[in-house]
């Protein structure tokens, strides 16, 4: 049990790393906690003095960071053969599980920043190993160990300190198994596996000379190219095996932004811009909006299928808006985020994403700077989304007196208590005018973490509803005479909005009479006592 005004809840590891802390400023409805349970949905249940609180912590979501072994910040994310792949600034990792923890360990042999890590079987020994590509070259990996792929190639690049085949991404020929292509800082280059093991440089691709970022091949087996202040490339490879290349930019329609991200669902290309999502519409050369169910006017970044889904960020230009959404269709008109709108990736960090991925066992991951986030995709919103807000207690802000505790209830005649969730007629709270600076506390029974809002509106006194806001109070100073009806609402970290709830309360016009100031104070409904001079 924790003694506090404001922390209910506090959680560590054995380590002494804190978890999470639940505390009355951030919406907890109340910090008298008697005893908690976790429920097999991972609902976190905690009983009060008076009353119970639904606590949705991060089920569904774990987080790794520099605890768990991430030493940099996160710029690739690769799955090979049940392992995860965490390419950083500063090297390559592995998540692997050691004595019962899941953990990253440093891949040895990289020691610079890796774009892309590809898993990649020799078309001619079966051999399965990984393909890292570094900014200062391109590495393979094999068992826990990397080695540079292109020493085996100098001899036939005609000098004798070699050329590093330094880039941003790595693809697999949808035409020679035998053929990687190399995204570098200025084009695309060619890498062959010979029978014996050897790989020499196969040439460049002509017409692409952008700094190639992403590549993706689509249903049709052509090769899409995302370039930095370059636009999108379209490769294809005719019969006669020649490969041909159009360059997609402001001619066909599409502004070209720093970085025009590609994303294949089901099997087409889509480009993602700060103007939404496009398709290259070959008849017309032109590029027109997509027929996928994202709206909107936010731009969209990190398009990936997932499922029968997919997901992708949305964020405004000056990035101040910025969000991960979750689509459960590709079909859907509105393109509702999962059912009954609510958009379970709203948890994670409201910042950009630096690489997406979805692996086999349908765990999603995400990285923000140096921390990993994993989310399993089959998880889904909670299906009850009624929850309410209520004023949790009010205080004096000259004093701090507690003037309403959060609670109210009524006995019978034979002394049962019942406990109400709204404020019935006659209970009011009546106060004197020298009690006229007041700070209100909200809570929600269904409380989720890192992501409760409250909204509230002050009638006779505010214009308008007041911003989101994660802090759970309002205060106002100098509040004049009169009746006063405060309603507050909250919205959940998935969007969802609670009904109004109304707590009315009264300010009595100031008072002198002969003997000097008369004070009025309220211990408790129905009751108040009056202090003067005279």
Not at 100 to 129: C, I, N
Not at 201 to 214: F, K, L, T
Request: with cysteine; hydrophobic share 35%.
């Amino acid at each position: 049990m924790i003694f506090s005004d404001d922390i209910g809840y506090f959680e560590i590891t054995l380590e002494g790393k804190e978890v999470e802390t639940l505390r009355v400023s951030r919406g907890l409805g109340n910090a008298f906690v008697t005893d908690f349970a976790e429920s097999r949905d991972g609902t976190l249940w905690l009983t009060h003095n008076m009353g119970l609180s639904a606590v949705e912590m991060q089920s569904g979501f774990r987080r790794y960071t520099s605890f768990d072994g991430i030493n940099d910040v996160i710029i690739s994310l690769c799955e090979d053969k049940g392992d995860l792949y965490i390419g950083t600034m500063s090297s390559l990792g592995r998540l692997e599980a050691r004595d019962g923890r899941a953990a990253v360990h440093t891949v040895e042999g990289v020691s610079s920043s890796v774009w892309q890590y590809l898993p990649y079987v020799s078309p001619y020994t079966g051999e399965r190993f990984g393909i890292a590509q570094s900014h200062l070259g391109v590495y393979a990996v094999r068992r826990g160990k990397a080695q540079p792929l292109e020493a085996f190639a100098r001899e036939r690049l005609g000098s004798k300190k070699g050329k590093r085949l330094g880039g941003y991404s790595v693809l697999v020929s949808p035409w020679d198994p035998a053929v990687v292509y190399l995204g570098t800082n200025d084009g695309l280059k060619g890498l062959r596996c010979l029978p014996n093991g050897r790989w020499v440089i196969d040439g460049e691709v002509p017409s692409v000379e952008a700094e190639i970022r992403a590549m993706m091949v689509d249903a049709r087996g052509r090769v899409w190219l995302g370039a930095y202040m370059g636009g999108v490339y379209l490769l294809e490879r005719s019969a006669d095996g020649t490969i041909s290349c159009r360059h997609l930019a402001e001619r066909q329609g599409l502004r070209v932004p720093n970085l025009t991200f590609v994303s294949v669902v089901e099997g087409k290309a889509y480009l993602s811009t700060p103007d939404g999502v496009f398709e290259y519409e070959e008849s017309r050369d032109t590029v027109l909006r997509s027929s996928l169910p994202i709206r909107g006017r936010l731009g969209v970044s990190n398009l990936m299928e997932v499922g029968r889904g997919m997901v992708c960020q949305r964020y405004s230009r000056g990035e101040d808006t910025i969000f991960m959404e979750y689509y459960s269709s590709t079909k859907e008109r509105r393109g509702e985020a999962d059912s009954g709108g609510c958009n379970p990736l709203r948890r994670l960090p409201a910042k950009w994403v630096d690489a997406v991925l979805c692996t086999s066992d349908s765990l999603l991951w995400f990285a923000y700077g140096d921390e990993l986030y994993s989310y399993d995709a089959h998880r889904r919103c909670r299906e009850s989304a009624d929850f309410r807000a209520y004023v949790s207690a009010v205080r004096t802000l000259r004093g701090d007196s507690v003037l309403f505790g959060g609670t109210y209830f009524r006995a019978d005649a034979d002394g049962r208590v019942e406990v109400l969730k709204e404020q019935p007629k006659g209970m009011e709270l009546a106060l004197p005018y020298s009690l006229n600076a007041l700070i209100f506390f909200f809570g929600t029974d269904d409380f989720t973490v890192g992501g409760t809002e409250f909204q509230y509106f002050l009638v006779n006194n505010d214009r308008e509803w007041s911003r989101w806001t994660r802090s759970g109070e309002a205060q106002y100073m100098n509040l004049s005479e009169g009746n006063y009806t405060l309603r507050v609402r909250a919205k959940d970290v998935y969007g969802r909005i609670s009904p109004v709830t109304e707590y009315r309360f009264s300010i009595a016009p100031p008072s002198f009479g002969r003997g000097g100031p008369t004070r009025c104070m309220c211990l408790s409904p129905g009751r108040c006592c009056t202090l003067g001079s005279g």
